[in-house]
């Protein structure tokens, strides 16, 4: 069952078949194979991934996401992180990495937080004299910290596939997501010292706090959001309706950005993203539902179990497992896919699943800037207009420190579990 599994899955799509399709082929292969083909079992689990409360937040983020680009909420944060931190010696680097994390705080994934950013940002860096290709680099890394930073697109599909709090990855994403943010920065000043980028005069005092109160009202969305959730006030899906009105109050009414012209763009460009992630959750729920049936959680478990019942030495063995499938499937199929399969065996080892979720998440972060499929990689190939060979090998070195970072919150699980812990007495 396994082995029909990974080559049916995998030869449908090297064949350039869409990933959902390729799930529902693979789904009809397993059920061959197991001699009960049905179409409407099928059907019925499609439908059941998609009748979900909880996945109704994907499209309200991801609305509120094209909603700020549209708004000039992502200008007034770049503006912002500009002004804070832009007269250090290779500022705007440190403005691209701040200015992400920020906006993670409110996209929820690696490629709006990318474009958003990287349109704004990767014209004045090529203006001022960073290397273009190196500064399309930094900003597809810092992007990355957009499903990692709360709130996050995949740790939703996460807690919904393993019945894992939402809030709980939510908040063990912080600390991870800070880090990631740091590491970043300090990669960046180690290359810094190295070249002559332009350093620019302080801002004065004033200025500074004229642009973070022009900001505020885009700084403090994310802390509306996530005070929401942890406080009980309204659910994840709740708040991410809540993202969606405040940054149209703010667009509209306060910075006077929005144009009513634009709505009809904005709801199309929500929706297309928006139907692509459900599409292939409702298809994954149907292969689940045959991958418990074939009981390949169990066959994995055995494979690696037999290698070692060490917690430590299973999650180096899953990390290094993770790192491989991230370089050639994207993060939501691949989550989709394996967290069915990986979930039963962390919990048979007294892994904790809200630990294990969060390092599969920032594990396949990773593969979001590897070739040949990292869909981050390629916006930053849009945006530079680099080749993916290009922009690869100057990619290479923050992928390392991401990998770093990985073994960090693998090996040092407080740095996930401490404010979830801390706030919700686990």
């Given at each position: 069952m396994l082995t029909i599994f990974l080559v049916s899955l995998f030869g449908f799509l090297a064949f350039g078949i869409p990933v959902a399709f390729a799930l529902i082929l693979s789904t009809a292969a397993l059920m061959l194979f197991h001699n009960n083909f049905d179409t409407q079992i099928v059907v019925q689990h499609m439908m059941a991934g998609a009748?979900?409360?909880?996945?109704?937040?994907?499209?309200?983020?991801?609305?509120?996401?094209?909603?700020?680009?549209?708004?000039?909420?992502?200008v007034r944060i770049v503006k912002f992180a500009n002004d804070l931190i832009g007269h250090v010696r290779g500022g705007l680097g440190y403005v691209t990495v701040v200015a992400c994390m920020i906006f993670a705080g409110v996209s929820g994934t690696a490629v709006a937080d990318t474009a958003a950013v990287g349109s704004i940002l990767h014209p004045v860096m090529k203006k001022e004299g960073y290397e273009s290709d190196r500064s399309a680099a930094l900003i597809c890394a810092a992007g990355c910290t957009g499903p990692i930073i709360p709130p996050s697109m995949p740790m939703i599909l996460y807690g919904v596939i393993g019945g894992v709090s939402i809030v709980g990855l939510f908040l063990g994403g912080i600390v991870p997501g800070l880090i990631m943010g740091f590491a970043l920065m300090i990669y960046w000043y180690i290359h810094s010292r190295k070249k002559d980028y332009p350093?620019?005069?302080?801002?004065?005092f004033i200025q500074l706090l004229k642009s973070m109160l022009d900001a505020i009202?885009?700084?403090?969305?994310?802390?509306?959001?996530?005070?929401?959730?942890?406080?009980?006030?309204?659910?994840?899906?709740?708040a991410a309706v809540v993202a969606v009105w405040y940054a149209f109050f703010v667009s509209f009414f306060i910075y006077r950005e929005l144009k009513?012209?634009?709505?009809?763009e904005i709801l199309l460009d929500a929706a297309i993203s928006s139907a692509v992630v459900m599409f292939v959750?409702?298809?994954?729920?149907?292969?689940?539902?045959?991958?418990?049936?074939?009981r390949i959680p169990q066959a994995i478990a055995e494979v690696i179990t037999s290698i070692s019942t060490n917690p430590l030495v299973v999650m180096f063995i899953i990390n290094i497992f993770l790192l491989l499938v991230g370089a050639v499937l994207d993060l939501t199929p691949a989550m989709l896919i394996l967290a069915p399969i990986l979930i039963p065996l962390v919990k048979n080892l007294g892994i904790d699943p809200l630990y294990f979720g969060v390092v599969m998440v920032f594990n396949l972060c990773i593969g979001l800037l590897t070739p040949p499929v990292g869909t981050v990689l390629y916006v930053g190939c849009g945006l530079s207009g680099h080749s993916i060979m290009q922009l690869s090998r100057r990619v290479l070195p923050f992928v390392v420190v991401l990998i770093a970072v990985l073994f960090l919150i693998t090996y040092v699980p407080e740095t996930i579990l401490f404010i979830p812990k801390w706030f919700q007495g686990r």
């Open positions: 009748e979900n409360y909880t996945l109704m937040s994907i499209p309200f983020f991801m609305l509120a996401g094209e909603i700020m680009n549209q708004g000039g909420i992502s350093v620019k005069q302080r801002v004065p009202w885009a700084l403090i969305l994310p802390l509306v959001i996530m005070g929401g959730i942890v406080f009980g006030i309204f659910t994840p899906t709740e009513l012209s634009k709505l009809p959750a409702s298809a994954a729920t149907s292969t689940a539902f045959m991958i418990t049936v074939g």
